[in-house]
């Protein structure tokens, strides 16, 4: 059972541009949606997260973009740059429980020169 | 500022042996997480230590697993009898005050033969 749905497996932007990727979720109980970028190599790490209160965090040229309703909630990287380059997860986790994050998939996304 | 260290990087056991994997959180987190990430699986959550309170174990796939944190600091996670569904990258995270993991060491993979 997916708890957490994230598409698309793999993205390939040209640098400069915008690279989204979306997930979807059922459980309602849940109320913390972090992503995470990873290197090859390396641990995952934290890159922004949301609560449900509200529709747009922004930090930098990343961007999540949350919709309750839908149940749904995206990472939209603006000005893409090769750097960028990695595997991002969305995930989803309950207050009661942080620690305790259900993953989706992962995206790996290729940024071309 | 050292990062989150695991050690051994890469370990390969044969079926049925015990492991051991050990995680060195950054000086001063309280909070440590395991998790794994295999192919098949994805990220999975294995077990949560915040300071003095009983783990979270809630994420241990059987009783062959079993994690230990001495002195506030250095964890151990153990697998018993090795099988070859184990075989996975096992990732450790810490955190300054509990709630979401923010960085993940860079993992051991375990191959089991």
């Known amino acids: 059972q997916q708890q957490v749905k994230q598409s698309p497996q793999s993205l390939i932007v040209q640098k400069g541009g915008i690279s989204i990727i979306n997930c979807a979720y059922e459980?309602?109980?849940?109320?913390?949606f972090p992503w995470y970028q990873q290197f090859p190599g390396k641990g995952p790490a934290l890159l922004i997260a949301?609560?449900?209160?509200?529709s747009e965090k922004k930090e930098g040229r990343f961007t999540i973009s949350f919709n309750k309703s839908a149940k749904q909630f995206s990472l939209h990287i603006m000005d893409s740059q090769p750097g960028d380059s990695a595997t991002y997860f969305c995930?989803?986790?309950?207050?009661?429980?942080?620690?305790?994050?259900?993953f989706g998939s992962g995206t790996r996304l290729s940024i071309r020169p | 500022g050292a990062g989150v260290s695991q050690s051994p990087s890469n370990k390969v056991t044969e079926k049925g042996k015990d492991v051991e994997l050990r995680c060195d959180p950054i000086?001063?987190?309280?909070?440590l997480y395991w998790y794994r990430q295999s192919l098949g699986q994805g990220l999975e959550f294995l077990i949560y230590?915040?300071?003095?309170?009983?783990?979270?174990k809630s994420g241990l796939p059987s009783d062959r697993f079993s994690a230990e944190r001495t002195g506030g600091s250095v964890s151990t996670l153990t697998i018993q009898r090795t099988q070859q569904e184990d075989s996975a990258v096992y990732l450790c995270?810490?955190?300054?005050?509990?709630?979401?993991?923010?960085?993940f060491g860079p993992g051991t993979r375990l191959t089991v033969l």
């Open positions: 995270a810490s955190s300054l005050g509990g709630g979401l993991p923010k960085y």
């Open positions: 459980n309602t109980a849940f109320d913390y």
């Open positions: 949301i609560r449900p209160d509200v």
């Open positions: 995930a989803a986790s309950m207050r009661s429980s942080a620690s305790k994050i259900i």
């Open positions: 000086s001063g987190h309280t909070a």
């Open positions: 230590f915040q300071g003095n309170s009983a783990p979270d």
